[in-house]
């Protein structure tokens, strides 16, 4: 069971597929190289062949015996594989591996204890999926930056960093279109999102800024007034008169009663207003003010004769 050349490339190549002879009971080949690092087996005995004419009666055609002719049943079937799906050589053997049939005179002899299938390998090629991965580093100040959520948004996936600052978005289909969005409360993000169409592992960085927080807007107090003023009759001061303050535009509306000939309105907003006096007693003339409240206190004065 040690490996030896040629078939010992197969242990440090990738692109290498070591292959095994067996004929038509199964069973491996007498010539046939055979342990560990040999990958599959296919038929190697009784092939019929192409065969230069001055080596045999039969023109051109031969049957013959050997890995040479079981290696060719392999590359055949990659080439099936590369017609339906173009892929990296270490897939088309990991491939060629997972497809094979599982005989057991095969198995202890070789790494998958396996024969070629054709069909089973070009529709394990056809139904592959490449999926990559999508890594990356958060960082504020130079440091990494836990806690960030990122979103990838046409997966609808969700990733947090870790205490180094990394994330990462695991098998995304080859070819697809993704979006990155990190957030943090308190941070802003440069760049503020990365996308891209995905084609191989993938790196996407990004760094944090750190917002001062944002001071609470005082707000600016309303400048409150006194509307005040007297009431008199010939000279004298009047108690009991209704006086009215009514704001010109919405529906503000307060009263008061005029004594000793005073009447004040306190806590009034700018504005414009429509003063106003009732008394059965007496006439006063003008009866009624409009008055702009700004800037200041404003004085009205109700006089009858």
């Known amino acids: 069971m040690l490996p030896v050349y040629p078939s010992n490339f197969a242990l440090t190549l990738a692109n290498v597929v070591s292959v095994a002879s067996i004929n038509s009971s199964g069973q491996i080949s007498s010539f046939s190289n055979y342990g560990s690092s040999v990958h599959i087996a296919a038929p190697g005995e009784g092939i019929l062949s192409t065969y230069p004419s001055y080596f045999s ?4 055609v031969e049957y013959m015996a050997g890995t040479s ?3 060719p049943h392999v590359a055949g079937a990659v080439a099936l594989m590369a017609s339906v799906k173009t892929l990296a050589a270490s897939k088309v053997v990991q491939l060629l591996r997972s497809s094979a049939n599982p005989l057991p005179s095969l198995q202890g002899l070789i790494y998958t204890g396996a024969t070629l299938d054709a069909y089973a390998a070009v529709i394990a090629a056809r139904d592959f999926i490449q999926t990559y991965s999508i890594v990356g580093t958060v960082i504020s100040s130079g440091l990494p930056l836990s806690g960030v959520t990122l979103t990838l948004s046409e997966a609808s996936a969700t990733a947090t960093t870790s205490a180094q600052g990394t994330f ?3 098998s995304i289909a080859d070819g697809t279109t993704v979006t990155i ?7 802003s993000f440069s760049p503020a999102y990365r996308t891209g169409r995905i084609s191989q592992n993938s790196q996407a960085d990004f760094t944090a800024i750190l917002v001062p927080p944002v001071q609470p807007v005082q707000p600016t107090p309303i400048p409150l007034r006194e ?4 009431v008199s009759a010939k000279g004298k001061k009047v108690s009991g008169s209704t006086v009215t303050l009514k704001a010109k535009s919405g529906t503000y509306q307060t009263k008061t009663k005029s004594k000793n000939g005073k009447f ?3 806590g009034i907003s700018e504005g414009t207003y429509q003063l106003s006096i009732q008394d059965k007693k007496h006439k006063f003339k003008p009866r009624t003010f409009d008055i702009l409240v700004v800037g200041g206190n404003t004085s009205k004065s109700f006089k009858a004769k």
């Open 57 to 60: 009666n039969a023109p051109y």
């Open 69 to 71: 002719m079981a290696a």
């Open 168 to 170: 990462t978005f695991p």
């Open 181 to 187: 969005v990190p957030s943090l409360v308190g941070y």
């Open 227 to 230: 509307v005040k003023g007297t």
């Open 264 to 266: 004040t309105f306190i």
